[in-house]
């Protein structure tokens, strides 16, 4: 109950603030057009382009979207808040699931907006290769919602934009969404250990059918269980400072 | 500590033995005990440095101590937080944003078991009339009314309060304490921390007064300033040694300025009879009570004095 309580303020909250909606929501799209535009019949990997850059920039999008709803602890950690909330009865994880519950939603946003922009470009795909996609996608962005709340309690406000710009970025070059880095060779083994390269996938597997090959669940679940080891060490760390 | 045993004892008090904490070589508290009976106002007063932040945060859980233990009501910091049973507002601070002040409140409120009504809650703490703004639209004052609110909404059995005052003006001041006695009416447990030595007089049913992470007095006000004798005398005699004075009938401390001292004195009638026989030529005699101002600042000071 109490969990839902919280829960519906933090929804409102992160719905009222406009700003950060709009400009994590703007980007991606912008860049979808701007490069998926005008090469509507090019293919890639055997993917018709807009869907590969689609998913690429979905990939990016989201992977912010649920980085930084996170690493919003850290403000709220500078104004006092987290350590008011230590002496309510709200439980410690009801607070992350709220924050982990809001990257979601403005990443499932952040999806819908772009495969609109993706279908207006004349990506095509069935009902269930859509649910697939959308399926594979919002799994694989579990490891980046743990390190979001890491991020949180890792840095400062005034290096978090920093952080999260460049790991984002670098988490979506390596991983494909602005195009393969990659095709094939001894690197393609090193970018397929980054949950980002399956996220950019996603919309190659939907197409082809069928779901990711174990290797990815694998990636996906071995970065989830590492970040979240290492966001309970800094959280300790972050708490044990009082 | 011997009631420590007692357990339906242990339920009606708030207990903490043992306490210490350093951050580092700064010891910020030493080896501290004391006990809060259910029911009362007591006031942690001292100056910046005195160790009553962490005291508060120990209590309440914020901070683990390095050794010793608090006990809330017969349960630990944590399971008294959990409860619902901890009402506080810490000493800093801000509200966080795209709420309006009904909507922060009432989501605190929501956190709790048994919480006041919001509308109650921020009209004891004066928060009523600025409800419906947002947060980040808030005055200092504005906001410290609002974080009482929080910790009053709560209805808790122990309400915590670090230092509530800091950012109100005089009439702020005066209506924050009514309010917070209004509540402490309802049968609870009020603790605050404060360098106001005017607001611990005013009210606190009992003052812990703090110097470098010890207590250094413990009691009622009037008992306050009975452990420093209640009277400064100050007079001008010239040529006289500090060590001479000190040895007086009375005196609890000396200073000197010039040929002006000042002599502490917990009876300040023995002192006077001494000084007059023993110093004829002594002139400008002026004795007169001591405010909670000078026993705060006698007994902090001997306390640095003795480091």
């Known amino acids: 109950m109490i969990e839902l309580t919280y829960l519906r303020y933090e929804v409102l909250r992160t719905w009222r603030n406009r700003r950060f909606m709009i400009f994590s929501l703007i980007f991606p799209l912008i860049l979808f057009l701007a490069i998926a535009g005008p090469h509507k019949n090019l293919k890639i990997e055997n993917v018709p382009f807009p869907l590969y850059y689609m998913t690429g920039m979905i990939a990016w999008g989201s992977m912010v979207a649920v980085i930084s709803s996170g690493a919003r602890i850290a403000a709220e950690r500078s104004v006092g808040w987290t350590r008011q909330l230590r002496v309510t009865p709200l439980p410690t994880w009801s607070y992350f699931n709220a924050k982990i519950f809001c990257g979601y939603m403005m990443a499932i946003l952040s999806i819908a907006v772009l495969i609109a922009a993706g279908t207006s470009v004349g990506v095509r795909l069935d009902a269930e290769q859509w649910l697939v996609m959308v399926g594979l996608l919002l799994v694989g962005l579990i490891p980046f919602a743990v390190i979001g709340i890491m991020f949180g309690h890792l840095f400062k406000i005034d290096s978090l934009g920093p952080a999260i710009g460049g790991v984002t970025s670098l988490f979506a070059l390596l991983g494909g969404s602005y195009g393969p880095l990659v095709t094939g060779g001894p690197l393609l083994k090193v970018v397929k250990v980054l949950p980002s390269y399956w996220l950019v996938q996603a919309g190659k597997t939907a197409l082809r059918g069928g779901g990711w090959p174990l290797e990815a669940w694998v990636v996906i679940a071995a970065w989830t269980l590492v970040s979240s080891v290492l966001a309970v060490r800094v959280y300790r760390q972050d708490t044990m400072k009082d | ?307």
Request: hydrophobic content about 45%.
């Open chain 2, 1 to 307: 500590m011997t009631d420590i045993s007692s357990t339906t004892l242990l339920h009606d008090k708030v207990v903490a033995a043992g306490l210490i904490k350093s951050y580092g070589s700064v010891r910020a508290v030493r080896s501290l005990d004391l006990e809060l009976i259910r029911g009362t106002t007591v006031a942690l007063l001292g100056p910046n440095g005195a160790g009553k932040t962490t005291t508060i945060d120990m209590i309440i859980g914020l901070t683990k101590p390095d050794a010793g233990m608090v006990s809330i009501f017969g349960r630990t910091p944590a399971e008294a937080v959990k409860a619902g049973m901890i009402g506080a507002m810490t000493q800093t601070g801000q509200l966080i944003d795209y709420l309006s002040v009904r909507e922060l409140v009432t989501m605190i409120a929501r956190i709790y078991p048994t919480p006041l009504d919001v509308d109650e809650a921020l009209t004891i703490s004066g928060a009523i009339s600025f409800a419906d703004r947002q947060t980040r639209k808030l005055s200092g004052g504005e906001t410290q009314r609002v974080r009482f609110a929080m910790a009053l909404v709560a209805d808790a059995e122990l309400l915590v309060l670090d230092e509530p005052t800091v950012a109100l003006d005089v009439e702020g001041r005066r209506d924050f304490w009514h309010a917070m006695r209004a509540f402490a009416a309802r049968g609870k447990t009020v603790v605050f921390a404060t360098h106001y030595l005017e607001e611990a007089d005013a009210y606190a049913d009992r003052i812990i007064l703090m110097s470098h992470g010890r207590i250094v007095a413990d009691g009622a006000p009037t008992e306050i300033k009975a452990t420093v004798g209640g009277r400064i005398l100050r007079a001008t005699l010239p040529g006289v040694a500090l060590p001479e004075l000190q040895a007086l009938n009375g005196v609890t401390s000396v200073d000197r300025k010039g040929d002006a001292v000042t002599l502490i004195c917990s009876d300040s009638d023995a002192t006077l009879r001494g000084l007059l026989t023993t110093y004829p030529f002594i002139r400008d005699i002026e004795v007169r009570g001591a405010g909670l101002e000078e026993a705060f600042l006698e007994l902090t000071l001997d306390d640095e004095a003795t480091e």
